[in-house]
């Protein structure tokens, strides 16, 4: 096993009015290094309370304990949005052996809460708020840390809607199997994941698998595909896997800072003609890639490597 950890930054220079620019620039350099290295770090001192991060950890568990009948009160409609919000056990043909519940931030206007446990909605609609607050500060320390102009991340991705905070309960490991979640790469901005103690989450390192240790106030981060294509390979969204331990269920919930489905995505000038480089991807609709990934949800491929990654959009130069 790896004997390294990714890096835990401290974020609270941004969250303090009035602190000095030196520190803040301090913490920005080792984000823009952890990104460049691991694509994968921790945040702590991030403003979310403690108390409402283990609140909702346990309202989680209380919803996912209710009866399958409860539970599919909030299923997915049909023909809703995609990835479809509401409950869903991950199918039997499916390399995920979870149940979750997604839930969109209320600008898409089809936020569904489950009706218990009843503090759940308020919970995580505070929940929602703060990780929104943090995704539009960490979308500007990256575009900052990406040398873009100020604002560039902030102006392109301006529509919340497409957001969403996903709780996952991964079922005690099989004889047979420990995947939770097999390996792959987020699609969206940036990834915000809280773990309970059990912890399982892995990021892959220089072909290593690297378990990130849970912790009650840091808060994973990771970055995702649309990053990766607009900063042409700069920074990368990284490998990572959930593994379930035997004999024990496992919890996490995880915020998607997203980007709006009708954006257009290609790597940004200043990372291909203002420097000299060809584009290493072509441009696409978001929308068309998070439908092509949510494929394998119906139409499972018999092999791992016709999954669509941001790869299905590579320029070979
Ligand atoms: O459950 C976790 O810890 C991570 C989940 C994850 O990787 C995802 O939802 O994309
Ligand atoms: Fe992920």
Same mark, same amino acid.
């Given at each position: 096993m790896a004997s390294f950890d990714i890096p835990t930054i401290c974020v609270s220079p941004f969250l !303090? /009015? $009035? *602190?000095d620019e030196d520190r803040k620039k301090k913490v920005m350099e080792r984000i823009r290094e952890a990104c460049v290295k691991y694509s994968f770090f921790q945040i702590e001192?991030? %403003? !979310?309370p403690l108390e409402l991060l283990n609140r909702a950890m346990d309202l989680y568990k209380i919803f996912f304990d209710c009866s399958d009948e409860d539970k599919l009160l909030v299923s997915p409609k049909p023909g809703g949005t995609v990835p479809p919000a509401g409950y869903l056990k991950s199918p $039997?043909? #499916? @390399?995920e052996k979870n149940e979750h519940l997604l839930i969109l931030n209320a /600008? /898409? %206007?089809?936020s569904v809460y489950p009706k218990?446990?009843? $503090?759940f909605k308020q919970v995580l609609e505070e929940m929602i708020s703060h990780f929104t607050k943090l995704g539009v500060l960490l979308e500007s320390i990256i575009s900052e840390c990406l040398g873009l102009p100020p604002n560039t991340l902030a102006k392109f991705n301006n529509?919340? #809607?497409?957001d969403f905070l996903i709780g996952l309960h991964y079922f005690p490991a099989t004889e047979a199997e420990d995947n939770g979640k097999s390996a792959h790469e987020d699609g969206n901005c940036i990834t915000f994941v809280y773990q309970d103690e059990v912890g399982g989450l892995e990021v892959k390192k220089d072909g290593q698998w690297i378990p990130i240790a849970p912790s009650k106030h840091k808060l994973v981060v990771n970055i995702g595909d649309v990053i990766q294509a607009l900063s042409n390979n700069k920074f990368k969204s990284a490998t990572h896997r959930v593994v379930r331990p035997r004999g024990k269920s496992r919890y996490s919930y995880a915020f998607y800072y997203n980007l709006q489905g009708n954006k257009w995505v290609e790597p940004l000038p200043q990372f291909t003609k203002e420097i000299g480089e060809s584009a290493k991807y072509k441009g696409f609709f978001y929308k068309e890639y998070v439908q092509l990934r949510a494929r394998k949800w119906t139409h499972p491929p /018999?092999?791992? *490597? @016709?999954l669509i990654h941001l790869t299905h959009y590579s320029i070979s130069n």
């Open positions: !303090i /009015s $009035q *602190e001192n991030h %403003g !979310i $039997q043909h #499916s @390399d /600008s /898409s %206007g089809v218990n446990p009843p $503090q529509d919340r #809607s497409w /018999s092999r791992p *490597e @016709d």
